[in-house]
């Protein structure tokens, strides 16, 4: 546990930063949708137009078959081709066959245009374990993490097995970020993109229903990482696939988490394994 657990929960607990803050779910319509492709799936032009990577170009190739320029619940929201950049409209696309997700933050197929456009994006090995982006690098994400590992699938939940690891959460803003976020600055203030909370081990879950109890018993395993500022008002949330077998299940879970408070967590270790150039020094 991080020393400044105690203080980190009794800001987000404190009315004057919109506390108590508590849980929030967010699956369905409000989830994030992935699609998987073959290695052979050609590859398409996307131009990114606001946060292009140093070491690309404003145009990047990614494997986006045509159905999702006329096909609902291809994109986050589940706008057939996107909303356009008012919306966070994130896509992901998993090349099964490479074991390669690549994540898009503001997707839009541009019909004036012809062509995909996003705010920003990135490329993920999803067998290289430790693999993070370069110091100041975005993502499709706001703390320059990948997306796809880090939601609750349904599969995983009506699964008899455990869920092996841990979830990306998402809260209502912060200024501050710790590693191995990438991204956002280093002001101070709390939580800080970065920060992996735990569930406590003293927090009863068996009342819960079983998949909440199954979801929260990951969260108390594995912990969740704060990665993006858009998070429930006055919380934080914790996103699912976008999948229509959440349907009989949304109540309970958000039921569930609604339950769950700031108070529940205890804040992991922070930048333990940072490099030595990362340049946020632990608060």
Not at 24 to 29: A, E, I, L, R, Y
Not at 87 to 97: A, G, K, L, S
Not at 160 to 176: D, W, Y
Not at 230 to 250: E, H, K, Q, R
Request: net charge negative; hydrophobic share 40%; aromatic share 12%.
């Amino acid at each position: 546990m991080d020393d400044n657990s105690g203080a980190i929960i009794q800001w987000m607990m404190d009315p004057l930063n919109g506390g108590p803050w508590v849980g929030n779910w967010f699956g369905t319509d409000r989830g994030i949708p992935y699609v998987g492709v073959s290695g052979t799936q050609p590859l398409v032009p996307v131009r990114i137009l606001r946060y292009p990577t140093p070491a690309e170009s404003t145009t990047v190739h990614y494997p986006i078959p045509d159905a999702a320029k006329t096909t609902p619940g291809w994109i986050q929201g589940g706008v057939a081709g996107g909303s356009g950049l008012d919306h966070d409209d994130h896509m992901i696309v998993v090349d099964w066959d490479g074991w390669i997700a690549y994540e898009i933050w503001q997707t839009y197929w541009n019909p004036d245009l012809s062509t995909w456009t996003a705010g920003s994006s990135a490329v993920w090995n999803l067998g290289a374990v430790y693999a993070h982006r370069p110091i100041w690098w975005t993502s499709a994400d706001g703390a320059g993490l990948p997306i796809f590992p880090g939601l609750v699938r349904y599969d995983e939940v009506a699964s008899p097995n455990p869920i092996p690891h841990g979830f990306r959460a998402c809260v209502s803003s912060t200024p501050a970020a710790v590693w191995p976020s990438t991204h956002f600055g280093c002001e101070p203030g709390w939580p800080a993109v970065g920060m992996r909370l735990r569930l406590k081990a003293s927090v009863n879950i068996d009342t819960y229903p079983a998949a909440a109890k199954k979801i929260f018993q990951a969260m108390k395993t594995y912990g969740v990482i704060i990665s993006d500022a858009s998070g429930g008002t006055n919380g934080f949330g914790i996103y699912g696939t976008m999948d229509p077998n959440w349907g009989p299940l949304m109540t309970d879970l958000n039921n569930s988490f609604n339950q769950l408070r700031a108070d529940d967590f205890e804040v992991v270790q922070m930048n333990f394994g940072a490099p030595s150039d990362w340049p946020c020094q632990p608060q």
